[in-house]
């Protein structure tokens, strides 16, 4: 049995002492107490060791955003590996709006880098996936997302695969308010992600790893995602910068019926 994972990827909002600590000194024990799901908060780097002293007494995981894939040496505004492992457990990577040509550029090349970088220093990769609006009404999907899974685990050891936590997050349901239906992405998760990861790992990784949904996930969509068996869990973006994610990581959490 996969444990679900939710993850709140704050992106560049809550980025002041002043705003970051009071949220989540008032969500921490609600968001501790409940059982059964892992819970990882991603905020931006300027708050992230303030964040983890907050819940250093709690089993809610902390995550970055972002890392370089060197050690140290001379590059300007960059963050290490070894920097991030002094106070976080997870490391986000790939995400669209950083692989945008727009914006930072990160090309599959740099992604493949940061995360055999993040393992080495025992940190937990999140590696996010997703094809746009132009390559999903092509019908491009499936192999745009399998080359993104290849290019970015070729060559790791199955045990260091299975240590990773993908999310797939299709860019057209990013912060539009318009998710994908809980059965695509439940498709897409099976065939598209795991299936690649089969041929490469084999069918024992490919059924160990956990596979997050991302894209307008709130707590009222939440459980039509999480009852589906391919999707362990969300990455989740707005609706992690409100009270209302805790309910959102309540209602991820298995039932005991
Ligand atoms: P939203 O949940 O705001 O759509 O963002 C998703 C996301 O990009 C998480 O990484």
């Excluded at 980025?15 to 970051?20: F, H």
């Excluded at 009071?22 to 409940?34: G, K, Q, Y």
């Excluded at 099976?190 to 990784?205: N, Q």
Aim: charged share 20%; net charge negative.
């Amino acid at each position: 049995m996969r444990r679900p994972i939710i993850a709140g990827n704050w992106k560049m909002h809550l980025g002041r002492l002043d705003e970051a600590l009071p949220f989540v000194r008032s969500i921490r024990h609600a968001l501790n107490e409940i059982e059964g799901v892992d819970r990882v908060l991603c905020p931006p780097y300027t708050v992230l060791a303030a964040v983890a002293e907050a819940l250093a007494a709690t089993k809610i995981g902390v995550g970055a955003q972002n890392l370089h894939w060197e050690d140290r040496g001379a590059h300007t505004g960059e963050i290490s590996p070894g920097m991030l492992a002094e106070c976080c457990q997870f490391v986000i990577m790939g995400h669209s709006e950083r692989r945008a040509s727009g914006g930072e550029g990160e090309t599959d090349k740099a992604v493949q880098r940061k995360l055999r970088a993040a393992l080495a220093h025992g940190l937990t990769p999140i590696l996010c996936i997703g094809e746009n609006l132009a390559q999903n009404e092509a019908g491009q999907t499936h192999e745009f997302v399998s080359s993104q899974i290849r290019s970015a685990l070729n060559d790791l050891s199955p045990d260091d695969a299975q240590k990773c936590v993908i999310a797939y997050e299709p860019i057209w349901a990013i912060g539009t308010g318009k998710a994908a239906t809980p059965a695509d992405a439940n498709r897409i998760i099976g065939l598209t992600v795991r299936g690649p990861i089969a041929e490469m790992f084999g069918g024992t990784v490919a059924e160990a790893i956990r596979v997050q949904y991302g894209g307008s996930v709130n707590a009222d969509n939440i459980a039509g995602f999480m009852a589906m068996p391919e999707i362990d869990g969300a990455l989740v973006g707005g609706a992690s910068l409100k009270p209302d994610f805790v309910e959102l990581v309540r209602r991820a959490a298995p039932t005991t019926a």
